[in-house]
């Protein structure tokens, strides 16, 4: 990827890698319908006529829990609560049909109830599409419960990688250590 040049990085975002941004409401143009979001980046990455993309984007909002899919297409992201633009961000990652999608925060501005739903959301969606999820956060309660794998990084460095159940029970690095005891219990 950093041998890369720009073109061959934009044929890859999107189609092969897709992202869940942390803050939906900045991710989210407030001038533009969520259909129009959704749509647009439906055929940006896949071959498909508008009439096509439209019906992807009512499914994609439909396996996201987003009730009334159709007439919802048409509103703005200020009409939705903070978990529904979550979700709307959700769907349109998947939408586009990527290999991998890197999740940064995605639960950090909701209440632990929401949280709860939408980690439940991803990863019901990883299992229907078989898409790889890197998830990033500083919340180990989430990497304990949604993991197979983590590396930990400490000053922009992996410093300790360990399946999540080793990391758990015998940490190595300092640092990893010093995080799980700040974790409230």
């Known amino acids: 990827v950093l041998q890369m040049t720009p073109r061959e990085l934009r044929s890859m975002r999107g189609k092969d890698v897709s992202m869940v941004f942390q803050e939906p409401l900045t991710a989210l143009n407030p001038s533009l319908s969520i259909g129009r979001q959704l749509t647009d980046v439906i055929r940006a990455h896949r071959s498909v006529s508008a009439r096509e993309a439209r019906s992807i984007a009512v499914r994609a909002l439909t396996e996201v829990g987003i009730r009334e899919p159709e007439k919802r297409l048409s509103a703005y992201p200020y009409e939705f609560s903070g978990g529904m633009r979550q979700r709307v961000l959700i769907a349109a990652a998947f939408a586009a049909e990527p290999r991998l999608i890197v999740a940064d925060e995605p ?34 309660g989430v990497v304990a419960k949604i993991s197979q794998k983590v590396s930990v990084l400490y000053a922009g460095k992996v410093v300790e990688e360990a399946e999540t159940a080793r990391l758990f029970a015998a940490p190595q690095h300092a640092y990893t250590r010093a995080l799980i005891a700040a974790t409230p219990r």
């Open 107 to 140: 639960t950090t501005a909701l209440d632990v109830t929401v949280q709860a739903q939408i980690l439940r959301l991803i990863a019901q969606l990883q299992r229907d599409h078989g898409t790889a999820i890197l998830f990033v956060t500083h919340d180990l």
